[in-house]
């Protein structure tokens, strides 16, 4: 694989600290600023909406410079928000410098994911994809545990400083390792925008909502779910979230190798796997040793679909890749703030913590739905399109003689 992929994946790994280390160190920064926790949410909900909102239009601001210029943009505009955070007086301030940050998040996987399938063969694009979202998996691994260590220790603006840092450290790498490409010739706004009349490219983003969604559904609520229902103590829920970060490596690594040869299968597979685990997770959630060993599969499994769902858009929008790649980074950010809507009404319904499972097993069963749906009209335009190919190769009927 290429240098440059590494680049790509610290950029990543910044980008995925700072999106979920907030959630734990919302009690210091509630604190701080004297304001609630459910106030303090915001920030996280702020950062969502930055990033579905920040995909297409920093993405389409893009259009105009090359790629390796706007990843480098980007990545000014994660250094930019993340230190705004750290130095921020008021809660405001903080929220402006989160939503800052989150404009960069979208634009800089899409992009990074054309990118990055432009350096490897065509067999390797999903591979190289999931190189790059490596970053982002081990940031729940390290970054978010280790920045929620430090940030409880030495404070919370320190971790926002050093997250700054890890910008720096990923702007440096793209402007030296990611290979100057010339600007797409013909690439317009409006062709960009033509992609979204590909019937196959808005069910590869549905996918992403509801496949993804479905494993926030229940992370999103994991913690009371594993003190309340499992008897884990509130301390071990770092330890399962880092079990949670590693099947996210796996899987992300998993999905990236076998989507390059078996793309649709790898979707099927994945995600009715994903609903079955999600649904037994009602059940498991009750016992400690089983809660664990099913966080790790919801992990694995919820990740494994990233790459390919990724690649799928690519394919699908090979014309003009770029917006329609941003704009599903945002999908994921969608689903995931679906799914925790979702499951809080269950909740709040009084159906239990572990309700939000099989709210989550209902949306990734849908997004398997649709991609068998994607599947059945993918071959049946393709037989179309033999059949015409067929008829046009025909040869011309001989005129019968008159003798």
């Keep these: 694989m290429p240098l440059a992929l590494l680049a790509l994946a610290i950029g990543a790994f910044g980008i995925g600290t700072t999106e979920f280390v907030i959630m734990g160190l919302l009690p210091e920064v509630a604190g701080d600023f004297q304001v609630s926790i459910p106030a303090a949410g915001y920030l996280v909900t702020g950062y969502a909406l930055g990033v579905v909102l920040g995909a297409p239009l920093m993405t ?28 921020a007086p008021a809660f405001g301030v903080m929220l402006a410098g989160r939503v800052v940050a989150s404009l960069a998040h979208g634009a800089f996987f899409g992009i990074g994911s054309v990118v990055a399938a432009g350096l490897v063969a065509p067999q390797k694009k999903a591979g190289a994809i999931a190189m790059m979202f490596t970053g982002l998996t ?10 929620t260590f430090i940030g409880q220790s030495a404070g919370w603006r320190t971790t926002f400083f050093l997250v700054a840092a890890l910008g720096v450290v990923g702007l440096l790498g793209v402007a030296k390792l990611v290979p100057e490409q010339p600007k797409p010739e013909g ?45 884990w103590s509130a301390a071990s829920v770092t330890w399962l979230l880092v ?16 989507a390059d040869r078996h793309l649709m299968p790898m979707l099927y597979v994945s995600l009715g796997t994903l609903a079955v685990v999600l649904a037994l997770f009602t059940v498991t959630a009750h016992d400690k040793i089983a809660a664990a060993v099913t966080i790790v599969l919801i992990g694995a499994l919820g990740f494994a679909t990233v790459p390919p769902l990724q690649k799928r858009v690519l394919d699908q929008a090979a014309g003009a890749p770029t917006l329609a790649s941003a704009v599903n980074i945002g999908a994921f950010n969608l689903g995931n703030a679906l799914a925790a809507w979702l499951g809080g009404l269950v909740i709040a319904a009084g159906l239990g913590y572990t309700a939000p499972n099989w709210v989550g097993a209902a949306l990734a069963a849908s997004a398997l739905v649709l991609a068998v749906l994607s599947g059945l009209l993918e071959r049946r335009e393709a037989g179309r399109s033999r059949i015409v190919a067929g008829s046009t190769l025909e040869p011309a009927p001989v005129p019968a003689s008159r003798h």
Excluded: C, D, W
């Excluded at 609520?221 to 594993?226: K, N, R």
């Excluded at 590693?246 to 076998?258: A, D, E, P, Y």
């Design 187 to 231: 690439v317009r706004i409006r062709h960009e925008l033509a992609a979204f009349r590909n019937v196959q490219v808005l069910l590869a983003m549905a996918m992403t909502v509801l496949g993804f969604g479905g494993v926030f559904a229940a992370i999103t609520y994991i913690t009371p779910m594993m003190t309340g229902a499992a008897g």
């Design 243 to 258: 079990l949670f970060g590693l099947g996210m490596v796996g899987g992300n690594l998993i999905g990236g190798r076998f």
């Design 60 to 87: 389409l601001l893009g259009t105009r410079v090359t790629r390796k210029r706007m990843l480098m943009l980007l990545m000014g505009l994660f250094i930019v928000g993340n230190t705004v955070s750290a130095l």
């Design 138 to 147: 081990v940031a729940n691994v390290v970054g978010v545990p280790l920045g």
